[in-house]
Nanobody
Framework: QVQLVESGGGLVQPGGSLRLSCQAS????????MGWFRQAPGKEREFVAR????????NYADSVKGRFTISRDNAKNTVYLQMNSLKPEDTAVYYC????????WGQGTQVTVSS
């Protein structure tokens, strides 16, 4: 069983920054990629960013390119999402995702961008 624990969410003003973390634990045989998705109220969950475990492949949703940066620490089985220049439309619950043969999800962390 694999557990994903996210942290780092909170309330921030427009233009501010937050850094999300997601640590994977449990029986992890392999990790192909880890990533972040988000779900705003009344909307479907959407892709934000993904990184493969070698770090050779990264992709972002167009809506966050140039503002968000995904990175990973293989030794800690942890993926990060640095979010800069936050906008009110970034408000959502952010979910960590691990693809390692099976797909696993974290419980989500709330990010609220508001003045």
């Amino acid at each position: 069983q694999v557990q994903l624990v996210e942290s780092g969410g909170g309330l921030v003003q427009p233009g501010g920054s937050l850094r999300l973390s997601c640590q994977a634990s449990g029986t992890i045989f392999s990790i192909n990629s880890m990533g972040w998705f988000r779900q705003a109220p009344g909307k479907e969950r959407e892709f934000v960013a993904r990184i493969n475990w070698s770090g050779s492949y990264i992709n972002y949703a167009d809506s966050v390119k140039g503002r968000f940066t995904i990175s990973r620490d293989n030794a800690k089985n942890t993926v990060y999402l640095q979010m800069n220049s936050l906008k009110p439309e970034d408000t959502a619950v952010y979910y960590c995702n691990l693809n390692g043969g099976a797909v696993y999800w974290g419980q989500g962390t709330q990010v609220t961008v508001s003045s």
